[in-house]
């Protein structure tokens, strides 16, 4: 039997723009997923309600043209991109009465060069026409707060209280269940989080920080379950966990899951994420690839 088509909001940062997690799971998913997504790099679960989707430079890439257009000003096409929904609001409510081109009234959101309603009139109206004539509905919504940030008790206060009091009303409006990303442990630790800071040594890093990393996760967990109905009860997608056991298993393996810089994941790492998150969501693994060739077409 085929999977049932299922709507997936992505809420997070580079750990699910870096090779497109939302387009590819769109692709492992022979289109049954269909996403949509409010993305920001480095940018926690409160700074995407503080100043929203991040991708205007990042996303002007051929994946994500989504049709063309002739103007009266030029002989060619223009491409629009889809950058996503602009905020949070917008892409779990449909709409959001505060988001104006340029930010003009600067009172709601950060002014940033990288939000592209800020950026393109044309995408902001291109936006509100498509919510319009199309509401926004979500079986699933994916929260994926930086990694660092999670591996903090002191730090993930402002996500747990982001959580409480603006995603859970949200998430239960909209009537779909929150997914709360484990995120993996990396090596690289110039990236907000030391391991000369904790008591222990360097070969103990990776699985110490994993569990550091659960604790908020757990965290998260507990917040949403107290402010969400049975219904929109929490579920956890495992990828630190995943990512942990090839750590223990086949430690070669395990680096090759990484981009050079060792932070964020290499097309290894992010094929491994979208069949962790497709069996979280539908129970069993995706369909497998035939060839290597197959492989490479979901990120192409």
């Known amino acids: 039997a085929k999977d049932a088509n299922i709507s997936i909001a992505f809420i997070g940062n580079s750990y699910l723009y870096v090779n497109d997690m939302p387009r590819l799971?769109?692709?492992?998913?022979?289109?049954?997923?269909?996403?949509?997504s409010c993305l920001r790099s480095s940018a926690s679960l409160g700074?995407?309600?503080r100043a929203g989707n991040g991708m205007w430079e990042l996303w002007q890439t051929e994946q994500a043209i989504?049709?063309?257009?002739?103007?009266?000003w030029s002989e060619q096409e223009e491409p629009v991109y889809d950058f996503g929904q602009c905020t949070v609001f917008q892409l779990l409510e449909g709409y959001d009465n505060d988001l104006t081109y340029q930010n003009y009234n600067g009172a709601y959101y950060y002014e940033e060069d990288t939000n592209p309603c800020f950026e393109d009139q044309n995408y902001i109206l291109y936006l509100q026409d498509r919510n319009l004539k199309n509401p926004q509905w979500f079986d699933y919504v994916v929260l994926n707060d930086q990694t660092a940030r999670m591996a903090d008790a002191e730090a993930r206060e402002d996500s747990v209280n982001a959580l409480k009091y603006a995603?859970?009303?949200?998430?239960k409006d909209a009537r779909a269940t929150p997914l709360v990303v484990d995120t993996h442990a990396y090596p690289n630790y110039e990236y907000g989080w030391n391991v000369t800071n904790y008591e222990t040594d360097y070969e103990e890093a990776i699985p110490y920080m994993q569990a550091l990393i659960y604790y908020g996760v757990e965290e998260y967990m507990m917040a949403l379950k107290a402010?969400?109905?049975s219904y929109a009860a929490p579920n956890v997608v495992p990828i630190g966990m995943a990512y942990l056991t090839v750590w223990e298993e086949d430690y070669a393996l395990w680096q090759r899951l990484f981009l050079e810089e060792t932070v964020h994941a290499s097309p290894h790492g992010s094929y491994?994420?979208?069949?962790?998150?497709?069996?979280?969501?539908?129970?069993h693994l995706p369909q497998r690839p035939k060839s290597q060739q197959q492989i490479k077409t979901f990120f192409s």
Not at 25 to 36: A, E, N, R, V
Not at 66 to 72: D, S
Request: aromatic share 14%; glycine share 4%.
């Open 25 to 36: 799971m769109q692709k492992i998913s022979m289109g049954h997923i269909h996403q949509d």
């Open 47 to 49: 700074k995407l309600l």
């Open 66 to 72: 989504t049709y063309k257009f002739n103007t009266q």
């Open 167 to 171: 995603y859970a009303p949200m998430i």
């Open 227 to 229: 402010n969400l109905p």
């Open 272 to 283: 491994l994420f979208a069949n962790v998150l497709y069996a979280v969501v539908y129970g």
